[in-house]
């Protein structure tokens, strides 16, 4: 072999690494995480935390959904009696699945969920590996008088932990 073909190999060989590296760059997703902490604030005796409950990471607002699914009229109760209704319609279905059955608002968020975390005793949860984008944080827990319920929208590109409560909950009761 000559220096000519020697010279022409060493630089295709460097074409092919360079061509290889960068497909295998191209393929790589970036992932992310999105810690969580949640609690409920109350007049009486302050922040309560989340404790043990599940919440989900969904790529389309849960209200959103519900909507679309004629779980509700409107995105937010825009009167007492909308809000009353929604409640209604809300605990008739978490009675629904105490007696074992399935819940027509769940059951319409399922399509959408991306992954689930468990808090922990202090309320405290990270969604692992999460693929760049916007998302809503989807949650029920059961509060003194009733019920929070999150469809909160975050995205990857934040670098901060979300705190959930009361106050910016969805609906609280």
Known sequence: MDRNHISLLVSL??????????????????????????????????????????????TKDAVQIWKENGLLKNEKPTTFSDALVFRIEFLADRLNVSQGKPSKFAEALTPYIVTTVTTDFEGNATFEAVPEGTYYIYAITETRGGNAVWSYKVSTQENKTVLLDNKNAVYAW
Not at 33 to 43: C, H, L, R, T, W
């Open 13 to 58: 060989s460097a074409v092919i690494v360079s061509f290889v590296g960068c497909k295998q760059a191209e393929q790589k997703r970036i992932e992310h995480s999105i810690p969580i902490k949640v609690a409920i604030i109350y007049n009486l005796g302050g922040a309560q935390a989340v404790a043990r409950e599940d919440f989900y990471l969904l």
